[in-house]
């Protein structure tokens, strides 16, 4: 079998998804499409109290309806241990453990039938009686129950450096607003799902999940089963960006299920109840204060957030966290605080903390170069940091501003007027704004396995999984590349906690992580081929495992960077606010697949639109819960809402990384809505603080003092 010493030159060319053609024809199967035989169905019923506990289950009537197997519930559920998964505690997924109703929307049974109409029938028939008690749910940032939490291996509460008060005393120039964003959801196209039984003497599950091998672990550990004996696999996932990056319910409640009835058991969640049982982004209230030179050289950057979290488990939505990264000042302060309510648990959503943090703190930046009467291009370029603000680390590649100069002439900045509501096209005013953006780009130990087969074929297995990236292709690319064989000649096969270890679909993690392991197993191969007489017929296989090489890891502040331009008409009549242009340029390390990193660029800048524009979920203060948890009733951009966007690069080179790789799944929410706000307040004159920028909003702005009506 032949290598060659170089690459083949498969990365970096704009490969099509080697999944296409079966999922435009149908043939892709997501975790609600696996048969089985003798499949019987879960339906979840779910707490219509905010606050409480259940006193009476009436299994007997419905248990007696055509086709029900089983009423499982907190009087006849298996007990489970308390779950501390790979990222930390998993109390909601404690579920049928007790009486207890810590919010609207917590499974309080699960109805077992043969198909999934009458188990839905027989679900909405269940008897449930509750002891309600008063309950809480109305977030805001003086809330008297707000606190700082405690740091934890995923979290820096407070960070600070220099007097910020007197740095803020002394200042020529100063911000000092408050802004806020509302809870967000995920509403990912494919809702979740899991499939569980039993095959061979091992419990066997497909699940819809960003990471297989992680869920088989946590399987394991609470059904008191030994790892060897689970099976986990996500063969196609239809979008994460989060909510199935941790284990969720319909897993757990499959697997209970299938134990009690001795079948194999199918759980899929409604979009509705998505909306309580997978996470959602917390609405955040954002403080920044700025203090700067009157050139507009910042003395003091203050970045406070407070979000909500839940009573069941603390999550904290890190909004603060941008700005240990973005400028350099003489005093700086990040801080987060919560508010625990009874409400269902926030968790990671696509740009976690940096989406939310960077509508704050770039709209702050822009208000700054307002008052001091600066190009807010050129503000941000002279507050650009030699090292990290905060950890005084090495940057490994910071290039934003080459992603703001390069944005800037390709957007016609340098022609744009800075005083606001100059610009109209008949009864809309015109406005550009800007916005910077970040996001980290980490890696995570990983394994990957590496088989050159005797028809000179070569098989990938890694425990990857493909949310509708284009991971697949990704890995092909990547293999192909680090054996140096055509692209042709690589098969890949992921998303099975069979292969072992690694980093799940998620962070913007995943291709650096899952990179790093290919490298080696490719380097071992083509080591081991390199003293091959043949290749036997079971094929020769070489496993990579790169936790010692990343614990080696050198102390850098690596990141992804990028800037985001946007154009917008105004009808300052009506309030409607309508996005004409968007321009993104980023900073993203090496780029595999131009034609699926453009993809992820430009999907994350439409749901930055949509941040902007129109999510939204509302709570009811009397009932506790949703009052628009449906895609009729929570609002996302559209095909007709969607301008032209435009996603590019610029050339960012990582000397210290040997894949040369970041990550680009997030960064493209992240500064979208502040780019939309700015461009907004320069077509009106007048500043939106709060997300959605709904018309009401709007036209209760109107105009700013100093622009025509």
């Not at 917590?106 to 188990?119: D, G, H, K, M, S």
């Not at 949509?610 to 951009?637: F, K, P």
Request: hydrophobic share 40%; aromatic share 6%.
């Amino acid at each position: 079998m032949t290598t060659t010493s170089g690459p083949a030159g498969t990365v970096g060319l704009a490969h099509t998804r080697v999944e296409g053609h079966a999922k435009v024809t149908g043939t892709a199967r997501y975790a609600a499409d696996f048969p089985t035989d003798g499949l019987a169905h879960g339906w979840i019923v779910q707490a219509g109290i905010a606050r409480g506990r259940v006193v009476d289950i009436e299994p007997a009537p419905v248990l007696a309806m055509p086709g029900v197997l089983a009423v499982l519930h907190h009087g006849n559920a298996p007990r489970l241990p308390h779950l501390v998964g790979a990222f930390g505690p998993e109390p909601p997924i404690h579920i049928l453990q007790n009486d207890r109703v810590p919010h609207v929307g917590w499974p309080v049974a699960l109805v077992v039938a043969e198909t999934p109409e009458q188990a839905r029938e027989a679900a909405e028939a269940l008897v449930v009686r509750y002891e309600e008690e008063p309950h809480d749910i109305a977030f805001h940032a003086d809330h008297p129950g707000r606190y700082m939490p405690e740091d934890s291996p995923f979290l820096v509460a407070r960070t600070e450096r220099g007097d910020v008060e007197a740095e803020l005393t002394a200042s020529s120039v100063v911000v000092d607003s408050v802004y806020t964003t509302p809870e967000e959801h995920h509403n990912a196209m494919e809702p979740h799902a899991a499939l569980a039984r039993w095959s061979g003497g091992r419990l066997d599950v497909v699940d819809s999940t960003q990471g297989a091998y992680n869920i088989a672990q946590d399987l394991a550990q609470l059904f008191s089963l030994d790892p060897a004996c689970v099976r986990v696999r996500s063969e196609h996932v239809g979008g994460g960006f989060g909510s199935k990056g941790t284990i969720r319910p319909p897993v757990v409640l499959a697997v209970m299920a299938a134990n009690a009835v001795q079948r194999p058991v199918r759980v899929v969640l409604t979009r509705r109840q998505m909306f309580s049982l997978v996470g959602y982004r917390s609405p955040t209230a954002q403080r920044v204060r700025l203090g700067a030179h009157a050139d507009g050289r910042l003395r003091v950057l203050d970045h406070q957030a407070t979000c909500l979290t839940s009573n069941v488990h603390e999550f904290i939505e890190q909004s603060a966290g941008i700005a240990r990264v973005l400028y350099d000042a003489d005093a700086h302060r990040a801080v987060h605080h919560a508010v625990r309510l009874d409400v269902p648990t926030p968790r990671w959503m696509r740009g976690p903390g940096e989406a939310p943090g960077s509508f704050a703190l770039e709209s702050a930046m822009d208000e700054l170069a307002e008052k001091c009467g600066l190009d807010p291009i050129a503000l941000r370029v002279r507050n650009e940091p030699e090292v990290g603000p905060v950890s005084r680390l090495p940057f490994s590649g910071r290039n934003l501003v080459a992603c703001l100069e390069e944005g800037a002439r390709r957007f016609g900045w340098a022609d744009r007027d800075p005083r606001p509501g100059v610009r109209r096209d008949g009864r809309w005013r015109l406005g550009t704004g800007v916005a910077a953006s970040t996001f980290p780009a980490g890696a995570a130990p990983s394994t990957a396995a590496l088989t050159a087969e005797a028809d000179e074929t070569f098989t990938l297995r890694i425990s990857a999984a493909d949310i509708g990236t284009g991971a697949r292709t990704v890995l092909t690319q990547l293999t192909a590349d680090a054996l140096g064989v055509e692209f042709g000649r690589v098969r890949v096969e992921i998303a099975d906690s069979d292969f072992g270890p690694a980093m799940i679909a998620g962070a913007s993690m995943g291709t650096r992580s899952w990179a790093i392991a290919v490298d080696a197993a490719a380097s071992g191969l083509r080591a081991r081929l390199a003293l091959s007489s043949g290749i036997p017929p079971e094929g020769i296989t070489v496993r990579s495992d790169t936790e010692e090489a990343l614990g080696a890891d050198s102390q850098l502040e690596r990141h992804s960077f990028g800037a985001q331009f946007a154009e917008v008409a105004v009808d300052v009549t009506t309030g409607e606010v309508r996005v004409r242009r968007l321009l993104g340029i980023f900073a993203v390390g090496r780029v595999v697949n131009p034609l699926t990193a453009r993809s992820q660029l430009i999907g994350g800048m439409t749901w930055g639109l949509s941040m902007a524009l129109h999510e939204e979920a509302i709570r009811d203060q009397a009932s506790g819960g949703l009052v628009n948890a449906d895609l009729a009733g929570y609002h996302l951009a559209t095909h007709a809402d969607v301008p032209l966007i435009e996603a590019d690069w610029v050339d960012d080179p990582d000397p210290l990384d040997p894949t040369g790789i970041k990550g680009l799944g997030e960064i493209g929410i992240v500064g979208t809505a502040a780019a939309i706000a700015n461009a907004v307040w320069h077509a009106t004159g007048v500043r939106q603080r709060a997300l959605p920028m709904r018309n009401d909003r709007v036209l209760a702005g109107g105009v700013g003092p100093g622009v025509a009506g």
